[in-house]
């Protein structure tokens, strides 16, 4: 999703408490910078202040920040030269949606539910297995045709 000219992100929203992929592919990077940190922080006072190497590839820098229960994700970018993307002194401010409640799993759910679910779907699976071959054998054993064809 690209949500700033040069700026993607690998999700459609940003949730808190996620993990986030940032690439940037802005003026640093267009004037060939070989390295470039991404300086974050959240919230209006830019809390939990931090600044992580990005990743060079052929399609810009890319780094895999984690997001905070916080209202705002606030970030910049700056070379190994000390210049600065900072969107015109503005700085790359972006919302930060709460989880939803049906996607947050309970502490209290049974884990061997699926696999007594996968138990049970075998078992039945073996059982229609048995059924079939009865109704197809037994009237050729009674008949006295249980010799397979042979095909030509």
């Known amino acids: 999703m690209e949500l700033v000219k040069n700026i993607f992100f690998n999700t459609d929203k940003l949730i808190e408490n996620s993990k986030v992929k940032i690439s940037y592919a802005g003026v ?3 004037n060939g910078s070989e390295e470039v940190y991404i ?3 959240f919230g209006l006072n830019w809390e939990n202040l931090a600044e992580v190497k990005m990743e060079k590839t052929e399609l810009g820098f890319q780094a895999e ?3 905070t229960s916080s209202e705002t994700l606030n970030f910049c970018f700056r070379n190994g030269n000390d210049e600065w993307d900072n969107n015109d002194g503005q700085n790359y401010i972006f919302p930060i949606e709460k989880a939803e409640l049906s996607l947050v799993v309970k502490e209290d759910a049974d ?4 696999r007594k679910l ?3 779907y075998i078992w039945s699976k073996k059982l229609r297995l048995a059924v079939y ?3 197809t054998y037994i009237p050729r054993l009674i008949s006295g045709n249980y010799k397979r064809k042979i095909s030509e």
Not at 111 to 114: C, F, G, L, R, T
């Open 111 to 114: 884990v061997d539910a699926p």
């Open 118 to 120: 996968r138990r049970s």
């Open 39 to 41: 300086h974050y922080g």
């Open 65 to 67: 920040i984690e997001l």
């Open 133 to 135: 071959k009865i109704i």
């Open 28 to 30: 640093l990077f267009q």
